[in-house]
């Protein structure tokens, strides 16, 4: 089993700064990529930011210079630094990890329970 617990989602203001965290715990053998999606109200789920095991980042468009996703390895930990944040941000956003459970297995896709964001003065 592998568990996904999110942290620190609420309301914040326009301009704000919210940051989100998420663990992953269970039988892991090795985490590939860790990252963020989103889903808005009337909207599909989309990809916010992710990071790769080589620490490599990729992040939407939309959140370039605002948003900055890091990972602690030690701890299988990932979170998602948000500022400037706009309305346009409100959605549930949700913890994604592709990762081993053995040396052999195949890597699967986790998602966490996702954590509210809203942006509204």
């Known amino acids: 089993q592998v568990q996904l617990v999110e942290s620190g989602g609420g309301l914040v203001q326009p301009g704000g700064s919210l940051r989100l965290s998420c663990a992953a715990s269970?039988?892991?053998?090795?985490?590939?990529?860790m990252g963020w999606y989103r889903q808005g109200p009337g909207k599909q789920r989309e990809l916010v930011a992710h990071?790769?095991?080589?620490?490599?980042?990729n992040y939407a468009d939309s959140v370039k210079g605002r948003f900055t996703i890091s990972r602690d390895s030690a701890k299988n930990t990932v979170s998602l630094q948000m500022n400037s944040l706009k309305p346009e941000d409100t959605a549930v956003y949700y913890c994604?990890?592709?990762?081993?459970?053995?040396?052999?297995?195949?890597?699967?896709?986790?998602w966490g329970q996702g954590t509210q964001v809203t942006v509204s003065s």
């Open positions: 990071i790769t095991s080589a620490d490599v980042t």
């Open positions: 269970g039988s892991i053998y090795s985490i590939l990529l």
């Open positions: 994604n990890v592709n990762l081993r459970r053995g040396l052999h297995s195949v890597p699967n896709d986790y």
